[in-house]
Each structure stands twice: as C-alpha cells, then as structure tokens.
C-alpha cells in the first residue's frame, strides 16, 4: 500500500492527532512512521487522489494541529511514498538535512507577498525620465515606416521597466527582510513583479504585517501589495 505523507516532526513532537483525520472518501485514518529522531504522519494514500476541497482540507488540517504544537515540515499535498519502509529509508538518508529545517522553522509561519504596479503608472515613468525613450518615441510617430526603431523603442521600454521592476523587488525585499528569518523567492507572476515568502517568527507577526503595510502606503495606490499568511512554511521545507 502506498503511503501518503503530510508532515515530518520531531520524535518527541506531542502529535495530538486525536479527532484528524486524512485524505480520502472515506478518511484515512492517520499513523506515525518513525526513527530515533524523526517522525513522519501519514496514512495509506487513496486511489484516484485529487484536490478536492475535501482532501486539500484534510491535509491542511493535519498539518495546522501539528504545528499548533511544535515544529513540523508540511509536505505539499500529494506527495506520496511507495510504502512506509521507502519513507522510514528517506527519513534516515536526510536526517541532519531535515532536524536542520525543524530547528530553522521552529515557532515560525510563512507569509507570501506579491507586489504589483499600474502598467501606464510604469510607462509613465519611464517616459519623464529617459530622454532616449522620449526620442524615439517621437521618431517613430513622425516616421510610422521606422521599423528598426520601433524595435529598439520596444527593447528599451523593457529594459526600463525591468530594471524599475529589479530595483522596487530588491528595496522592499531588503527593508522587510531584517523581521524574516529567510526568505525564498518565487518565479514572479505576469502581473506580480514580485513574489516572495517570509519566514516569520510568531511574535514578530505583528510587526512584519504592519512593516507591509507601511511599504504599501509608501507605494501609494499605483501599486497593489497582497499579504498572505500565517501559513505553514512550505517554502522552507
């Protein structure tokens, strides 16, 4: 039977599971698969498994009781082992890799931030203030035949607005980051140019929330931030 895996804690994690259940139609009852200083929740994995409302619930609640207690690695769901042997294999192979990550994330949530800026806001700026754009800007509504200098109008207007986009990500990463423990980024969105995760520590929550807000006021309303979190820290498994 193949073995469905929702987190791995410590051995000595309290694991108040009483009353959780796992995925499936039926729920899969949950167990414990364990070595000397790990422990793996999992439970047989269903057939057919997909995310459904029901099952991605069941798995998140699995992973929110563990970490309501101590410090717990949340797997993504789906992830699933051939049997509990292959997992008891797995835990010994990574067992400095995964205390490590326990230690690190102990007492901690993630938090996910996008940022994004108004398209027109950006084009705007970068018009006021590159005479090189304006140039060719002006060049080529007097001259609509000008294909090459369409081109290097297109390729400039990139590079400004990429090199805006690198700076804005790299400031406001690098003033929110002293509240984080790390930080791990994500592949920007068509519409976000900046996608990153926090690992916060609980009692600092406040104050990273209030950090965020305050970049969002300093950004005013051409750009839109959006905070997501406490979440379990699956970007620092």
């Not at 980024?185 to 690992?199: G, M, N, Y």
């Amino acid at each position: 039977m193949a073995t469905y895996l929702y987190a791995i804690t410590g051995a000595d994690h309290p694991l108040k599971l009483s009353g959780v259940t796992g995925v499936g139609d039926p729920a899969s009852p949950l167990r414990t698969v364990r070595t000397k200083e790990l422990c793996a929740v999992v439970s047989d994995a269903p057939d057919g498994l997909r995310a459904k409302r029901r099952d991605v619930a069941a798995h998140q609640s699995v992973q929110e009781r563990l970490l309501a207690d101590g410090a717990a690695l949340p797997m993504r769901f789906g992830l699933i082992g051939p049997d509990d042997a292959q997992v008891v294999s797995a835990l010994e192979e990574h067992r400095d890799t995964y205390a490590q990550r326990l230690e690190e994330v102990d007492g901690c949530r993630e938090y996910h931030l996008k940022v994004a800026r108004d398209e027109d806001d950006m084009l705007r700026e970068v018009v006021r203030e590159s005479a090189e754009v304006r140039r060719l800007n002006e060049r080529t509504r007097q001259h609509p035949e000008a294909y090459d200098d369409k081109v290097a109008l297109g390729e400039l207007i990139s590079q400004e607005v990429q090199a805006r986009q690198d700076r804005a990500r790299t400031d406001i990463v690098d003033r929110l980051a002293p509240l984080a423990v790390r930080t791990a980024d994500a592949e920007p969105t068509k519409r976000h140019f900046l996608s990153v995760s926090f690992l916060v520590e609980r009692e600092k929550a406040a104050a990273f929330s209030e950090a965020v807000h305050a970049e969002a006021e300093q950004h005013g309303d051409t750009y839109t931030f959006g905070l997501h979190g406490p979440l379990p820290p699956y970007s620092f498994v």
